[in-house]
């Protein structure tokens, strides 16, 4: 599909935020809350390395008999909440959900070591394999998009769609943005208590300074980091900042966890080269592959631009930019289109 701008829009009258109000009555919401009928851990490392040894846990939801479709998380470290599966009609998809190493439910919590992109792009083909799975729809937004695209890239034949939002591919420019000097222009109240943690002899780099704090030998050092972190981009998810939202910062564990791992993702530029996820010959790796984009106009987490740019890499791709929406899956603009991706996505599978 060729850029237009009518694939840039939501609808005709929802093209301000004001605007959305009126249409919230035809946007798709989620599908109703379902249990797991199955779930588990799976060891992802057959020895124990450095004293560490990696245990991912899974949930199967869904259809046992549908097609497959695996939800990756964002983060790195945000962990697979019950929503995830709501993605996905359950009458038609085998959802499988999980929390990748050091995250939600998985041993041990929180763990860096032997923790890294590749570590991840191997766990999910390692639990395809598992589980006798020959294809299935790969489902990721932010952090889970770079993930969904790492391992698209890496295991083409075993994906039968995409579905992405909030593209992000871990480049240098889309750190130092949200994290140095970009989106704290756009939230200057809520980028200030995350600053002015860090000694102004250490500013110059903000990402580091967090680091030595996060993997800090003491305890009450790393918490307090990991909430400044976490309540930083908790604060500018959403068009709207959502108070409940930020309140996941209180949570000490999931903080930790989602702080430590991200930002050690981010220090170490995803163990790969600036830029890798977008170069035209990897891209070329997935054109063939059904894809849906859908991004939000206003998302400062992962700014529109990679998004744009992945599309102009990949112009058969559906590409929706929602335009009263920010980062957040739960956007009722970006819902509406996500829900309708995988839904038109069951025709394919059923090819």
Not at 47 to 58: A, D, L, S
Not at 166 to 193: K, N, V
Not at 262 to 286: A, H, P, T, Y
């Amino acid at each position: 599909m060729s850029l237009s701008l009518a694939s840039l829009s939501l609808t005709s009258r929802a093209t301000a935020p004001a605007s959305l109000s009126s249409a919230l009555a035809t946007l798709r919401k989620q599908y109703p809350a379902l249990e797991p009928y199955d779930s588990g851990r799976l060891a992802v490392s057959s020895v124990e390395k450095e004293g560490v040894k990696h245990e991912i846990h899974w949930e199967w939801s869904g259809s046992k008999d549908g097609v497959p479709a695996v939800f990756l998380h964002g983060g790195p470290g945000g962990g697979a909440g019950a929503d995830d599966r709501r993605w996905f009609d359950p009458s038609h998809y085998r959802i499988l959900t999980f929390d990748q190493r050091g995250a939600g439910k998985s041993l041990p919590t929180a763990e860096l070591r032997h923790n890294t992109t590749w570590d991840l792009v191997a766990d999910i083909e390692r639990l395809r394999s598992h589980f006798g799975v020959d294809k299935w729809l790969v489902f990721g937004g932010s952090w889970g998009s770079t993930l969904s695209l790492a391992y698209a890239q890496t295991h083409p034949a075993r994906v039968l769609a995409l579905v992405l939002r909030g593209i992000f591919t871990l480049r240098r420019s889309e750190l130092l943005f949200f994290y140095q000097d970009g989106a704290s222009h756009l939230f200057p109240e809520q980028f200030a208590p995350y600053r002015d943690h860090i000694p102004e002899a250490e500013r110059g780099d903000l990402i580091a300074a967090y680091y030595k704090r996060l993997t800090s030998d003491d305890e009450p050092t790393r918490l307090e980091a990991a909430r400044r972190w976490s309540t930083w981009e908790n604060a500018t998810s959403k068009l709207y900042v959502d108070q409940e939202y930020l309140k996941r910062g209180e949570d000490d564990k999931w903080a930790l966890a989602f702080s430590r791992i991200e930002c050690s993702f981010f220090e170490n530029r995803g163990w790969m080269e600036d830029g890798q996820l977008l170069r035209q010959e990897n891209v070329d790796k997935i054109r063939h592959i059904p894809t849906t984009i859908v991004q939000g106009r206003y998302d400062v987490v992962c700014p529109c631009t990679t998004a744009f740019e992945l599309h102009k890499q990949m112009p058969e791709a559906h590409f929706i930019l929602v335009p009263d929406a920010g980062h957040s899956a739960k956007e009722p603009g970006i819902t509406h289109h996500l829900v309708e991706a995988t839904d038109r996505y069951r025709s394919i599978a059923a090819k």
